[in-house]
Protein backbone atom coordinates (compact mmCIF):
# COMPACT_ATOMS: atom_id res chain seq x y z
CA UNK A 1 0.00 0.00 0.00
CA UNK A 2 1.79 3.21 -0.89
CA UNK A 3 1.32 5.71 1.88
CA UNK A 4 1.40 9.63 1.02
CA UNK A 5 2.21 12.46 4.02
CA UNK A 6 -0.53 15.17 2.48
CA UNK A 7 -2.93 17.74 3.82
CA UNK A 8 -6.69 17.31 4.04
CA UNK A 9 -8.46 20.17 4.01
CA UNK A 10 -10.92 21.53 6.22
CA UNK A 11 -12.59 24.49 7.41
CA UNK A 12 -15.46 26.90 6.17
CA UNK A 13 -15.00 28.41 2.15
CA UNK A 14 -12.79 31.09 1.79
CA UNK A 15 -10.95 30.20 5.34
CA UNK A 16 -9.51 26.71 4.59
CA UNK A 17 -7.60 24.74 7.48
CA UNK A 18 -5.94 21.40 6.44
CA UNK A 19 -4.86 18.60 8.82
CA UNK A 20 -1.51 16.98 7.82
CA UNK A 21 -1.99 13.35 7.30
CA UNK A 22 -0.87 10.35 6.65
CA UNK A 23 -3.09 8.33 4.29
CA UNK A 24 -3.14 5.56 0.99
CA UNK A 25 -2.50 7.30 -2.18
CA UNK A 26 -5.79 5.55 -3.81
CA UNK A 27 -7.87 7.34 -0.89
CA UNK A 28 -9.86 10.29 -1.78
CA UNK A 29 -8.18 13.57 -0.97
CA UNK A 30 -10.58 14.83 2.70
CA UNK A 31 -11.58 10.58 2.93
CA UNK A 32 -9.93 7.52 5.34
CA UNK A 33 -6.07 8.31 6.73
CA UNK A 34 -4.13 6.13 8.57
CA UNK A 35 -2.88 8.68 11.19
CA UNK A 36 -3.15 12.53 11.62
CA UNK A 37 0.20 14.02 12.30
CA UNK A 38 -0.59 17.68 12.59
CA UNK A 39 -2.69 20.61 11.54
CA UNK A 40 -2.06 23.73 9.20
CA UNK A 41 -3.30 27.23 9.74
CA UNK A 42 -2.03 29.93 6.75
CA UNK A 43 -4.92 32.36 7.08
CA UNK A 44 -2.77 33.45 10.00
CA UNK A 45 0.28 35.35 10.21
CA UNK A 46 2.90 33.67 10.14
CA UNK A 47 1.00 30.44 9.42
CA UNK A 48 0.26 27.86 12.70
CA UNK A 49 2.29 24.56 12.44
CA UNK A 50 1.89 22.12 14.85
CA UNK A 51 3.26 18.57 13.72
CA UNK A 52 3.87 14.98 15.87
CA UNK A 53 7.63 15.16 14.71
CA UNK A 54 8.46 11.62 15.78
CA UNK A 55 5.32 10.49 13.81
CA UNK A 56 6.57 12.18 10.68
CA UNK A 57 9.58 10.32 11.00
CA UNK A 58 8.23 7.28 11.51
CA UNK A 59 6.49 7.27 8.66
CA UNK A 60 8.85 8.89 6.22
CA UNK A 61 11.03 6.02 7.83
CA UNK A 62 8.75 3.07 6.41
CA UNK A 63 8.82 4.54 3.03
CA UNK A 64 5.96 7.36 2.86
CA UNK A 65 6.25 10.49 0.75
CA UNK A 66 5.44 13.32 1.40
CA UNK A 67 3.45 15.86 -1.43
CA UNK A 68 5.09 18.48 -2.24
CA UNK A 69 3.17 21.10 0.52
CA UNK A 70 3.36 18.93 3.03
CA UNK A 71 7.42 18.29 2.00
CA UNK A 72 7.34 22.38 2.71
CA UNK A 73 5.68 21.88 6.07
CA UNK A 74 7.78 18.90 7.38
CA UNK A 75 11.00 20.87 6.28
CA UNK A 76 9.93 24.08 8.10
CA UNK A 77 9.25 21.81 11.62
CA UNK A 78 12.39 20.04 10.90
CA UNK A 79 11.02 16.69 10.59
CA UNK A 80 13.05 16.01 7.17
CA UNK A 81 16.04 16.97 9.32
CA UNK A 82 15.41 14.50 12.07
CA UNK A 83 15.23 12.05 9.12
CA UNK A 84 18.07 13.05 7.80
CA UNK A 85 19.89 12.42 10.81
CA UNK A 86 18.43 8.98 12.00
CA UNK A 87 19.87 7.83 8.63
CA UNK A 88 23.36 9.05 9.60
CA UNK A 89 23.04 7.44 12.88
CA UNK A 90 22.15 4.09 11.12
CA UNK A 91 24.67 4.26 8.86
CA UNK A 92 27.06 5.10 11.84
CA UNK A 93 28.50 8.46 10.46
CA UNK A 94 27.54 9.79 13.89
CA UNK A 95 25.71 9.15 17.35
CA UNK A 96 22.38 9.39 18.75
CA UNK A 97 23.60 11.75 21.22
CA UNK A 98 25.08 13.87 18.32
CA UNK A 99 21.89 13.72 16.21
CA UNK A 100 19.88 15.30 19.09
CA UNK A 101 22.54 18.13 19.88
CA UNK A 102 22.52 18.60 16.00
CA UNK A 103 18.64 18.72 15.68
CA UNK A 104 17.98 20.44 19.24
CA UNK A 105 20.34 23.47 17.94
CA UNK A 106 18.65 23.82 14.86
CA UNK A 107 15.52 23.67 16.55
CA UNK A 108 16.88 26.74 19.05
CA UNK A 109 18.09 28.54 15.48
CA UNK A 110 14.50 28.30 14.03
CA UNK A 111 12.35 29.44 16.89
CA UNK A 112 14.23 32.42 17.25
CA UNK A 113 13.80 33.22 14.03
CA UNK A 114 10.09 32.40 14.00
CA UNK A 115 9.76 35.04 17.09
CA UNK A 116 12.25 37.51 15.31
CA UNK A 117 9.06 37.81 12.61
CA UNK A 118 6.88 37.94 15.65
CA UNK A 119 8.20 40.58 16.99
CA UNK A 120 8.59 42.65 13.83
CA UNK A 121 5.24 41.90 12.87
CA UNK A 122 3.85 43.16 16.20
CA UNK A 123 5.95 46.22 15.55
CA UNK A 124 4.74 46.82 12.16
CA UNK A 125 0.84 46.74 13.31
CA UNK A 126 1.41 48.74 16.46
CA UNK A 127 3.49 51.38 13.59
CA UNK A 128 0.59 51.12 11.53
CA UNK A 129 -2.17 51.24 14.28
CA UNK A 130 -0.36 54.65 15.30
CA UNK A 131 -0.32 55.54 11.65
CA UNK A 132 -4.17 55.54 10.99
CA UNK A 133 -4.74 56.86 14.70
CA UNK A 134 -2.65 60.01 13.41
CA UNK A 135 -4.59 60.54 10.07
CA UNK A 136 -7.73 60.04 12.15
CA UNK A 137 -6.93 63.27 14.87
CA UNK A 138 -5.74 64.90 11.28
CA UNK A 139 -9.62 64.49 9.74
CA UNK A 140 -11.28 65.22 13.36
CA UNK A 141 -9.51 68.56 13.33
CA UNK A 142 -9.79 68.75 9.46
CA UNK A 143 -13.93 68.44 10.71
CA UNK A 144 -13.52 70.91 13.79
CA UNK A 145 -11.76 73.79 11.24
CA UNK A 146 -14.91 73.16 8.67
CA UNK A 147 -17.60 73.43 11.70
CA UNK A 148 -16.12 76.20 13.49
CA UNK A 149 -15.82 78.19 10.05
CA UNK A 150 -19.44 77.47 9.14
CA UNK A 151 -20.84 78.05 12.50
CA UNK A 152 -18.81 81.64 12.11
CA UNK A 153 -20.22 81.97 8.48
CA UNK A 154 -23.89 81.15 9.90
CA UNK A 155 -23.07 83.40 12.79
CA UNK A 156 -22.20 86.33 10.20
CA UNK A 157 -25.34 85.70 8.06
CA UNK A 158 -27.49 85.88 11.04
CA UNK A 159 -25.81 89.21 12.07
CA UNK A 160 -26.16 90.69 8.43
CA UNK A 161 -30.19 89.59 8.53
CA UNK A 162 -30.29 91.23 12.59
CA UNK A 163 -28.75 94.45 10.80
CA UNK A 164 -30.38 94.30 7.92
CA UNK A 165 -33.89 94.02 9.90
CA UNK A 166 -33.39 96.77 12.10
CA UNK A 167 -32.03 99.17 9.39
CA UNK A 168 -35.71 98.00 7.60
CA UNK A 169 -37.33 98.80 11.03
CA UNK A 170 -35.47 101.95 11.39
CA UNK A 171 -36.13 103.32 7.85
CA UNK A 172 -39.73 102.16 8.48
CA UNK A 173 -39.84 103.79 11.46
CA UNK A 174 -38.66 106.99 9.83
CA UNK A 175 -40.46 106.75 7.03
CA UNK A 176 -43.99 106.28 10.11
CA UNK A 177 -42.74 109.33 11.89
CA UNK A 178 -42.37 111.38 8.46
CA UNK A 179 -45.75 110.10 7.71
CA UNK A 180 -47.35 110.95 11.02
CA UNK A 181 -45.49 114.31 10.51
CA UNK A 182 -46.66 115.43 7.18
CA UNK A 183 -49.90 113.76 8.46
CA UNK A 184 -50.08 116.37 11.23
CA UNK A 185 -48.76 118.99 9.26
CA UNK A 186 -52.16 118.78 6.97
CA UNK A 187 -54.14 118.67 9.57
CA UNK A 188 -52.40 121.72 11.39
CA UNK A 189 -53.11 123.15 7.51
CA UNK A 190 -56.45 122.45 7.28
CA UNK A 191 -57.42 123.77 10.43
Known amino acids: ?????????????????????????????????????????????????????????????????????????????????????????????LSEEEAEKKFAAWLEEKTGKVEAKKEDLAKLEAEERAKALEAEKEINEKRKAEAAAAEAELKAEAEAENAEETEAAAQEGAADTEASAEGEEEKSAEA
Open 1 to 93: MPVKIRLQRHGKKGKPFFWIVAADARAKRDGKFLEKLGIYNPTVNPAQIELDVDSSVKWLQNGAQPTETARRLLSYKGALLKHHLLGGVAKGA
